[in-house]
């Protein structure tokens, strides 16, 4: 099978790839784990009380968030008898032996008028000390939010980040001429279609309040920027100059956008309001600028630029409008995204022939390359820094996938017979 | 085990999917510069605009009635020649494309109304974004040397579609040559 021989030129090893023949309707993403941290966390995820009243569960989608952060494993509770329900019933014989640092138990009791009550508590295994604890009150139907609820609660207080499994995702699919704009749950589950077009879409960019997404569609014969609301699905021309239009980027406040616009000539920075007001001149260069990424403080600009002979990556200081080049190894380095932790920045580098992603620490100026190409394009930075999201290539088809910052979890996100691209990473949930 | 395969598979709750097609219009659109009126007042500006470089296209392809001319579309007419292709990394239009430029350019010349879009396109090579600058930078070039040779800018957007929309599909050279380009496109064509 080729595609396992591809993986394992840089994987760790692949204990199992079960490709289900049954193909998910539209876009739907599946995730593969294909590469892990070096030391996964044992935690034992106990099937809540009377969770198995219901068809869909909760604790097997808390055990597969856990799973593909490439942090933990799980360990079986097979044999705990009576099975625990709550931090008291919990013995640490049993899960000693099992080598678990961790147990997850919890409930679930019917409350009438279709709600239900859900419980969990986290417990240190080692000294039966528990570490997280919750009740939430929902609907069937807000089972999977509750589980990527669960699942963030013992990320974080298990390794001190928050998580990111209640996030969102938008993408690009495109299946013969039709482009589709989705937004899906992390973890690929529950897509759906934003935005059809029979023209190339790209660039989602998501506001940081969630609300909404900006992109680029060619659908009137030259880019457009466009906002769509999530809510309504309502949409705007937010930039519709003459020439081309495109690479929109939210300044972190929600209220306007950096975007690239030619009306004035050449590819150049313009700061825009949300509602497509008050376009202003971010920058003037003689060559291209684009690429616009706002640093997490909303203080500076990261953007690509060719003033220097090739493009390489600057950062502008909106105080003092002062430019600085960022990068300096190699003739091609583009995409800048800054990483929300204020740390440094993720962006695509050319090798020889080779596009791959890498990170640059804004103090230190180190640079760590993360993945090894041959075609990886189009970065997006998990909320929790954590995880880099990022467009590739295999089989000739394009793919998501999904590096850590520290390069060891590396997965995969699928479409069957669709090419994917143009990640972006959305918000935390307010 | 420290590897997993999720086979996340869904009853496709996709029930709820739609799509918007729906076009509202742009909040913020410039008068649009390539107009009949601005044509003409361009024209105009123009005064004694003359046509004796039309002979460089062979045929003046001059249009009547505001229409365009048969001659943009006549394949033994150099005006139905609307593709201009670029070296790798380049922006330089290439001698062997110079008689073709110079044709569209004194056809704006000699019929003011008349406006063009000039598309710009890459290879697959490297970010969506930077590509798009990349055409954008190969599609003003040639409206560069259009206005040197007769076209008004007013006649002449200039937009970029990356590599968005190859013509060839390949991976190669080959197919990278044929991506790397720039279409003459008229307006109401």
Same mark, same amino acid.
């Not at chain 1, 099978?1 to 309707?25: G, H, K, Y």
């Not at chain 1, 000739?396 to 999904?402: D, Y």
């Not at chain 2, 790798?88 to 000699?110: C, G, I, N, W």
């Given at each position: 099978?080729?595609?396992? @021989? ?58 597969? $968030?856990?799973?593909?952060? /490439? ?18 019933? @919990? ?66 207080? @298990? ?15 495109? &299946? ?59 949409? &705007? ?13 939210? #300044?972190? $406040? ?20 949300? +509602? ?12 291209? $600028? ?18 220097? /002979? ?55 100026? &180190? ?28 089989? /000739?088809?394009?793919?998501? #996938? ?16 669709? +090419? ?11 | ?21 729906? %076009? ?14 601005? *044509?003409?007042?361009? =024209? ?16 003046? *392809?001059?249009?009547?009635? =505001? ?34 430029? !110079? ?5 704006? %010349? ?25 055409? %954008? ?6 409206? %560069? ?5 007769? *076209?008004?800018?007013?006649?002449? !957007? ?11 599909? *390949? ?19």
């Amino acid at each position: 099978m080729p595609r396992l @021989l591809r993986l394992a030129r840089f994987l760790l090893p692949l204990v199992a790839l079960a490709l289900l023949a049954v193909a998910p309707a539209r876009a739907q993403l599946d995730i593969d784990i294909i590469g892990g941290s070096g030391t996964l966390t044992p935690i034992a995820i106990v099937p809540f009380e009377n969770e198995n009243n219901w068809p869909l569960g909760i604790t097997g989608i808390v055990g597969a $968030d856990l799973v593909r952060s /490439g942090l933990f494993k799980l360990v079986d509770y097979a044999g705990v008898v009576p099975r625990p329900a709550r931090a008291e019933d @919990l013995r640490a014989d049993d899960w000693r032996s099992r080598g678990a640092d961790a147990v997850v138990v919890g409930s679930m009791r019917a409350q009438g008028e279709g709600r239900v009550e859900v419980r969990f508590a986290l417990v240190d295994a080692v000294k039966m000390k528990q570490l997280a604890a919750m009740t939430y009150v929902v609907t069937p139907a807000q089972f999977r939010a509750t589980a990527h609820k669960i699942a963030d609660a013992i990320y974080e207080a @298990l390794t001190g980040d928050v998580g990111v499994f209640s996030t969102r995702i938008a993408y690009i699919a495109k &299946q013969g001429p039709r482009y589709q704009l989705y937004v899906a749950e992390a973890d690929g589950y529950n897509a759906q279609v934003v935005v059809t077009s029979n023209e190339p879409l790209l660039s989602p960019a998501w506001s940081p309040d969630g609300t909404r997404i900006a992109y680029v569609s060619l659908e009137n014969k030259k880019p457009v920027v466009y906002v769509q609301s999530l809510e309504t699905g309502r949409r &705007q021309a937010l930039a519709n100059f003459r020439g081309s239009n495109s690479a929109p980027a939210w #300044a972190p $406040d929600s209220r306007r956008l950096a975007v690239t616009l030619t009306k004035d000539g050449g590819s150049q920075l313009f700061l825009i309001n949300a +509602d497509g007001s008050g376009v202003q001149r971010l920058l003037a260069s003689p060559g291209i $600028d684009t690429e616009a990424n706002f640093t997490p403080d909303g203080k500076s600009v990261l953007f690509t630029s060719d003033r220097g /002979g090739t493009p390489q990556i600057y950062r502008l200081s909106l105080g003092s409008n002062a430019v600085e080049r960022m990068t300096f190894e190699g003739g091609y380095n583009v995409s800048a995204r800054a990483t929300p932790d204020g740390k440094g920045f993720v962006f695509v580098r050319r090798d020889g022939g080779r596009f791959q992603l890498a990170i640059q620490d804004f103090a230190t100026r &180190q640079v760590q390359v993360l993945t090894s190409g041959p075609l990886d394009e189009s970065p997006s930075v998990s909320p929790n820094s954590k995880l880099i999201l990022y467009a590739a290539e295999q089989g /000739g088809r394009g793919i998501l #996938a999904a590096v850590s910052s520290d390069g060891r979890v590396k997965q995969r996100l699928v479409a069957p017979a669709t +090419d994917v691209r143009e990640p972006a990473w959305g918000p935390l949930p307010r | 085990m420290r590897n997993f395969l999720i086979a996340a598979f869904v009853a496709a709750f996709l029930v709820g999917c739609q799509s918007t097609e729906t %076009q509202s219009p742009a909040p913020i659109e410039e008068p649009a510069p390539g107009s009949a009126a601005a *044509g003409a007042a361009a =024209g105009a500006a123009a005064g004694g605009a003359t046509t004796s470089g039309a002979t460089t296209a062979g045929v003046s *392809g001059a249009a009547t009635g =505001g229409g365009l001319s048969p001659a943009l579309k006549d394949p033994k007419n150099i005006l139905s020649k609307r593709v201009i292709y670029f070296d790798y990394d380049s922006f330089v239009v290439k001698d062997e494309y110079r008689a073709q430029v !110079e044709a569209h350019a004194k056809y704006l %010349q000699t019929n003011r109304p008349a406006n063009i879009t000039l598309q710009g396109h890459t290879d697959e090579r490297g970010s969506r974004e930077y590509n798009i600058a990349l055409g %954008q930078k190969r599609a003003d070039a040639v409206k %560069q040397l259009m206005r040197v040779l007769g *076209g008004t800018e007013v006649q002449i !957007e200039t937009v970029s579609f990356g590599k968005e929309k190859p013509k060839a599909s *390949g991976h190669d050279e080959s197919s990278w040559a044929q991506n790397r380009r720039v279409e003459i496109i008229y307006v109401g064509e």
